[in-house]
Protein backbone atom coordinates (compact mmCIF):
# COMPACT_ATOMS: atom_id res chain seq x y z
CA UNK A 1 0.00 0.00 0.00
CA UNK A 2 3.03 2.37 1.24
CA UNK A 3 4.64 1.81 -2.20
CA UNK A 4 1.92 2.32 -4.32
CA UNK A 5 1.17 5.49 -2.72
CA UNK A 6 4.75 6.45 -3.29
CA UNK A 7 4.47 5.79 -6.90
CA UNK A 8 1.06 7.68 -7.38
CA UNK A 9 2.70 10.47 -5.66
CA UNK A 10 5.89 10.39 -7.66
CA UNK A 11 3.71 11.16 -11.07
CA UNK A 12 3.26 14.79 -10.75
CA UNK A 13 6.81 15.57 -9.61
CA UNK A 14 8.05 13.39 -13.04
CA UNK A 15 5.80 15.17 -15.34
CA UNK A 16 6.91 17.93 -13.67
CA UNK A 17 10.56 17.37 -14.22
CA UNK A 18 9.63 16.24 -17.59
CA UNK A 19 8.06 19.54 -18.61
CA UNK A 20 10.67 21.67 -17.12
CA UNK A 21 13.33 19.19 -19.18
CA UNK A 22 11.38 20.38 -22.64
CA UNK A 23 11.79 24.03 -22.04
CA UNK A 24 14.69 25.14 -22.84
CA UNK A 25 17.10 25.68 -26.59
CA UNK A 26 18.93 22.70 -26.67
CA UNK A 27 17.78 19.38 -29.33
CA UNK A 28 18.43 15.61 -29.95
CA UNK A 29 19.38 15.33 -33.33
CA UNK A 30 17.93 11.15 -32.68
CA UNK A 31 14.35 11.99 -30.62
CA UNK A 32 13.92 15.14 -31.80
CA UNK A 33 12.72 16.77 -28.79
CA UNK A 34 13.74 20.04 -26.98
CA UNK A 35 15.30 20.38 -24.05
CA UNK A 36 16.96 22.42 -21.71
CA UNK A 37 20.34 20.92 -21.47
CA UNK A 38 22.68 17.75 -22.38
CA UNK A 39 23.12 15.82 -19.23
CA UNK A 40 26.78 15.95 -18.16
CA UNK A 41 29.24 12.64 -18.27
CA UNK A 42 29.93 12.50 -14.72
CA UNK A 43 30.83 16.02 -13.67
CA UNK A 44 31.76 16.95 -17.37
CA UNK A 45 34.94 18.93 -17.29
CA UNK A 46 35.38 18.72 -13.75
CA UNK A 47 36.03 14.62 -14.26
CA UNK A 48 38.97 15.22 -16.08
CA UNK A 49 42.52 15.40 -14.34
CA UNK A 50 44.94 18.02 -14.91
CA UNK A 51 47.14 15.80 -17.15
CA UNK A 52 43.99 15.11 -19.37
CA UNK A 53 43.29 18.80 -20.11
CA UNK A 54 46.63 19.84 -20.93
CA UNK A 55 46.31 16.77 -23.65
CA UNK A 56 43.13 18.45 -25.37
CA UNK A 57 41.55 15.18 -26.13
CA UNK A 58 39.49 15.11 -28.95
CA UNK A 59 35.88 12.92 -27.74
CA UNK A 60 33.28 13.08 -26.45
CA UNK A 61 31.48 16.17 -25.02
CA UNK A 62 31.56 15.41 -21.51
CA UNK A 63 29.18 18.75 -20.74
CA UNK A 64 26.64 18.08 -23.35
CA UNK A 65 26.67 14.47 -23.25
CA UNK A 66 22.92 12.59 -22.96
CA UNK A 67 19.85 12.59 -23.52
CA UNK A 68 17.03 12.95 -20.74
CA UNK A 69 14.79 11.85 -22.76
CA UNK A 70 16.17 9.24 -25.18
CA UNK A 71 19.42 8.73 -23.45
CA UNK A 72 21.68 8.72 -26.54
CA UNK A 73 24.98 9.95 -26.19
CA UNK A 74 26.47 13.01 -27.92
CA UNK A 75 28.88 10.01 -29.80
CA UNK A 76 25.48 8.33 -31.13
CA UNK A 77 24.28 11.78 -32.08
CA UNK A 78 27.11 12.79 -33.82
CA UNK A 79 27.31 9.56 -36.22
CA UNK A 80 23.01 10.22 -37.07
CA UNK A 81 24.48 13.08 -38.00
CA UNK A 82 26.71 12.27 -40.04
CA UNK A 83 25.31 9.37 -41.23
CA UNK A 84 22.14 11.43 -42.90
CA UNK A 85 24.70 14.11 -44.68
CA UNK A 86 27.07 11.22 -45.83
CA UNK A 87 23.50 8.90 -46.80
CA UNK A 88 25.33 5.98 -45.12
CA UNK A 89 22.21 4.62 -44.39
CA UNK A 90 21.75 3.67 -47.88
CA UNK A 91 24.72 2.00 -47.85
CA UNK A 92 23.95 -0.23 -45.22
CA UNK A 93 20.62 -1.30 -46.76
CA UNK A 94 22.73 -3.41 -49.37
CA UNK A 95 25.30 -4.54 -46.55
CA UNK A 96 26.58 -6.83 -44.24
CA UNK A 97 27.35 -4.80 -41.13
CA UNK A 98 29.46 -5.83 -37.89
CA UNK A 99 28.53 -3.46 -35.22
CA UNK A 100 30.73 -3.10 -31.91
CA UNK A 101 29.54 -1.75 -28.77
CA UNK A 102 26.19 -1.58 -30.51
CA UNK A 103 24.13 1.50 -29.49
CA UNK A 104 20.47 1.27 -28.69
CA UNK A 105 19.28 4.33 -31.09
CA UNK A 106 21.84 3.11 -33.93
CA UNK A 107 21.38 -0.18 -34.00
CA UNK A 108 17.48 0.14 -34.06
CA UNK A 109 17.77 2.20 -37.38
CA UNK A 110 20.29 -0.33 -38.79
CA UNK A 111 18.23 -3.09 -38.34
CA UNK A 112 14.86 -1.49 -39.59
CA UNK A 113 17.25 -1.14 -42.44
CA UNK A 114 17.14 -4.59 -43.02
CA UNK A 115 20.80 -4.75 -43.95
CA UNK A 116 22.18 -8.23 -45.76
CA UNK A 117 23.36 -9.01 -42.45
CA UNK A 118 23.96 -7.55 -39.41
CA UNK A 119 25.90 -8.83 -36.26
CA UNK A 120 25.76 -6.84 -33.17
CA UNK A 121 29.44 -7.54 -31.09
CA UNK A 122 30.79 -7.34 -27.67
CA UNK A 123 33.19 -8.33 -25.41
CA UNK A 124 30.66 -8.26 -22.83
CA UNK A 125 27.02 -8.48 -24.45
CA UNK A 126 24.54 -6.77 -22.56
CA UNK A 127 21.40 -8.49 -24.31
CA UNK A 128 20.93 -12.31 -26.32
CA UNK A 129 21.06 -10.37 -29.48
CA UNK A 130 24.56 -9.28 -29.28
CA UNK A 131 27.53 -11.69 -29.52
CA UNK A 132 30.07 -11.87 -27.24
CA UNK A 133 33.07 -11.29 -29.59
CA UNK A 134 36.25 -10.61 -29.33
CA UNK A 135 37.49 -7.54 -31.34
CA UNK A 136 41.52 -9.24 -31.49
CA UNK A 137 39.85 -12.31 -32.95
CA UNK A 138 36.87 -11.79 -34.75
CA UNK A 139 35.14 -15.33 -35.46
CA UNK A 140 34.22 -14.45 -39.28
CA UNK A 141 36.04 -15.42 -42.92
CA UNK A 142 37.93 -13.12 -44.51
CA UNK A 143 36.14 -9.93 -46.84
CA UNK A 144 33.06 -11.06 -44.83
CA UNK A 145 31.83 -7.56 -43.79
CA UNK A 146 30.59 -4.31 -45.72
CA UNK A 147 31.04 -2.33 -43.17
CA UNK A 148 32.28 -2.41 -39.25
CA UNK A 149 31.08 0.24 -37.00
CA UNK A 150 33.04 1.03 -33.59
CA UNK A 151 32.72 4.06 -32.12
CA UNK A 152 34.41 4.76 -29.25
CA UNK A 153 35.78 1.01 -28.86
CA UNK A 154 39.68 0.79 -29.48
CA UNK A 155 40.49 3.13 -26.72
CA UNK A 156 39.53 0.03 -24.54
CA UNK A 157 41.18 -2.37 -26.18
CA UNK A 158 44.74 -3.93 -25.23
CA UNK A 159 46.27 -5.36 -28.37
CA UNK A 160 44.36 -2.20 -30.75
CA UNK A 161 47.07 -3.46 -33.49
CA UNK A 162 45.54 -7.04 -33.60
CA UNK A 163 41.79 -5.86 -33.54
CA UNK A 164 42.88 -3.22 -36.51
CA UNK A 165 44.15 -5.86 -38.25
CA UNK A 166 41.29 -8.22 -37.33
CA UNK A 167 38.64 -5.17 -38.85
CA UNK A 168 40.65 -5.17 -42.14
CA UNK A 169 40.38 -8.46 -42.32
CA UNK A 170 36.90 -9.02 -42.30
CA UNK A 171 36.03 -6.21 -44.42
CA UNK A 172 35.59 -7.07 -47.62
CA UNK A 173 38.07 -4.78 -50.40
CA UNK A 174 36.00 -1.90 -50.62
CA UNK A 175 34.49 -1.44 -47.09
CA UNK A 176 34.07 0.98 -45.07
CA UNK A 177 34.98 1.10 -41.10
CA UNK A 178 34.33 3.96 -38.59
CA UNK A 179 37.14 4.01 -36.11
CA UNK A 180 36.22 6.88 -33.96
CA UNK A 181 38.29 6.87 -30.94
CA UNK A 182 39.72 9.77 -28.43
CA UNK A 183 42.98 11.03 -29.25
CA UNK A 184 45.26 14.40 -28.66
CA UNK A 185 46.66 16.54 -31.47
CA UNK A 186 49.11 17.68 -29.19
CA UNK A 187 50.52 13.71 -28.88
CA UNK A 188 53.02 12.67 -31.48
CA UNK A 189 53.13 9.21 -30.37
CA UNK A 190 50.31 7.66 -28.50
CA UNK A 191 50.90 7.77 -24.48
CA UNK A 192 50.80 4.15 -22.54
CA UNK A 193 52.66 3.46 -19.86
CA UNK A 194 52.55 -0.44 -17.66
CA UNK A 195 52.72 1.78 -14.58
CA UNK A 196 49.18 3.29 -15.09
CA UNK A 197 47.67 -0.01 -13.95
CA UNK A 198 44.23 1.12 -11.69
CA UNK A 199 41.48 2.54 -12.03
CA UNK A 200 42.66 5.77 -10.32
CA UNK A 201 45.23 6.12 -12.37
CA UNK A 202 43.59 4.88 -15.66
CA UNK A 203 41.34 7.66 -15.15
CA UNK A 204 44.22 10.31 -14.17
CA UNK A 205 46.23 9.61 -17.23
CA UNK A 206 43.64 8.18 -19.50
CA UNK A 207 40.82 9.91 -18.54
CA UNK A 208 38.42 6.57 -17.80
CA UNK A 209 39.31 3.81 -15.69
CA UNK A 210 38.80 1.62 -18.72
CA UNK A 211 41.04 3.13 -20.97
CA UNK A 212 44.13 1.79 -21.96
CA UNK A 213 45.77 4.26 -23.19
CA UNK A 214 45.81 7.97 -25.32
CA UNK A 215 45.83 7.90 -28.18
CA UNK A 216 48.27 10.33 -30.39
CA UNK A 217 48.24 11.53 -34.12
CA UNK A 218 50.06 7.71 -34.38
CA UNK A 219 46.32 6.58 -34.44
CA UNK A 220 45.70 7.36 -38.37
CA UNK A 221 49.35 5.72 -39.52
CA UNK A 222 48.39 2.42 -36.89
CA UNK A 223 45.02 2.67 -38.93
CA UNK A 224 46.84 3.07 -42.54
CA UNK A 225 49.12 0.10 -41.67
CA UNK A 226 46.06 -2.23 -40.74
CA UNK A 227 45.30 -1.82 -44.85
CA UNK A 228 43.21 1.34 -44.71
CA UNK A 229 42.82 4.58 -46.54
CA UNK A 230 42.05 7.48 -44.41
CA UNK A 231 38.02 8.96 -45.15
CA UNK A 232 38.27 11.20 -42.49
CA UNK A 233 35.47 13.50 -42.97
CA UNK A 234 35.94 17.11 -40.97
CA UNK A 235 33.00 17.91 -38.88
CA UNK A 236 33.23 21.71 -39.90
CA UNK A 237 33.03 20.67 -43.45
CA UNK A 238 30.30 18.30 -43.43
CA UNK A 239 27.66 20.13 -40.93
CA UNK A 240 28.99 23.67 -39.94
CA UNK A 241 25.39 24.31 -39.93
CA UNK A 242 24.84 22.83 -37.21
CA UNK A 243 24.46 24.57 -33.60
CA UNK A 244 27.27 21.88 -32.44
CA UNK A 245 26.46 23.34 -28.78
CA UNK A 246 22.70 23.37 -29.13
CA UNK A 247 22.65 19.79 -30.47
CA UNK A 248 25.35 18.61 -27.59
CA UNK A 249 28.04 17.15 -29.92
CA UNK A 250 31.97 17.82 -30.26
CA UNK A 251 32.55 19.84 -33.46
CA UNK A 252 36.19 19.13 -33.22
CA UNK A 253 35.27 15.29 -33.65
CA UNK A 254 35.57 14.38 -36.83
CA UNK A 255 34.30 11.17 -38.28
CA UNK A 256 36.90 8.72 -39.07
CA UNK A 257 35.95 6.72 -41.62
CA UNK A 258 37.98 4.45 -43.49
CA UNK A 259 38.58 2.22 -46.64
CA UNK A 260 39.85 -0.99 -46.68
CA UNK A 261 42.61 -1.02 -49.66
CA UNK A 262 40.81 -2.81 -53.29
CA UNK A 263 43.87 -4.94 -52.83
CA UNK A 264 45.35 -6.09 -49.07
CA UNK A 265 48.54 -8.65 -48.34
CA UNK A 266 47.78 -10.21 -45.00
CA UNK A 267 50.73 -9.94 -43.22
CA UNK A 268 51.84 -12.92 -41.37
CA UNK A 269 51.97 -12.99 -37.72
CA UNK A 270 55.34 -12.06 -37.53
CA UNK A 271 54.86 -8.94 -39.58
CA UNK A 272 51.60 -8.50 -37.22
CA UNK A 273 54.31 -8.08 -34.00
CA UNK A 274 56.38 -5.84 -36.08
CA UNK A 275 53.90 -3.26 -37.09
CA UNK A 276 52.56 -3.78 -32.88
CA UNK A 277 56.22 -2.97 -31.93
CA UNK A 278 56.68 0.21 -34.46
ZN1 LIG B 1 17.05 12.31 -27.30
Avoid at 171 to 183: E, F, N, S
Wanted: with cysteine; hydrophobic share 35%.
Amino acid sequence: MNISLMQIGKQPFRWIRRKYESLGTHHCYVCKKTLRRFRPYQDGQKSFSPFILELQCIGSDVENFSCPFCGCHDRERHLFMYFDRLELWHRIEKSKVLHFAPEAHLSRRISELNPVSYVKADLFPSSSEIQRIDITQIPFDDNTFDMVICNHVLEHVPDDTRALMEISRILRPGGLAILQTPYSNLLQNSFFDPAVCTDELRTRFYGQKDHVRIYGRDLFSKIEQAGFALKITAHHDLLSDIDDSAYGVNPDENLILVMKHLQTIYPQSNECSNIRSA
